[in-house]
């Protein structure tokens, strides 16, 4: 019976250390949830204010794109209105202007003519 109790023992002490072992893994474990800020700067603020500066590109180039769209308009409807002008005021008896087109037309044919 002793022999019994010894050789238990021995198996049991391998266990009890590997116990011990993994419950002062637990205690040891670092916390992670700190943010160090060296001057004033860190991984995080570089990559929001990337993030921004890309943001602030992309709006300004979609503002580029829709101011050229504007005034791509205003100079199409202001050459509109100076042919239409000509037109009307052209010594040509046959040529018209057809609002929805915006051209000046030949009565006779329907090709656009220049006034």
Not at 22 to 29: K, N, P, T
Request: a positive charge.
């Amino acid at each position: 019976m002793i022999c019994r109790q010894h050789l238990l023992s021995k198996a049991a002490l391998p266990l009890v250390l590997f116990g011990a072992l993994l419950s002062f893994q637990h205690v040891a474990a670092a916390k992670t949830d700190r943010l160090i800020i060296q001057d004033g700067d860190s991984a995080l603020t570089n990559e929001q204010a990337r993030q921004e500066k890309e943001q602030w590109d992309e709006t300004r180039r979609l503002r580029a794109k829709v101011n050229q769209r504007v005034e791509k308009n205003f100079d199409k409807g202001d050459r509109a209105i100076d042919t239409r002008d000509a037109c009307e005021q052209s010594l040509n008896v046959n040529a018209y202007w057809e609002p929805n087109t915006l051209r000046c037309l030949d009565r006779r044919s329907g090709r656009p003519v220049t006034p």
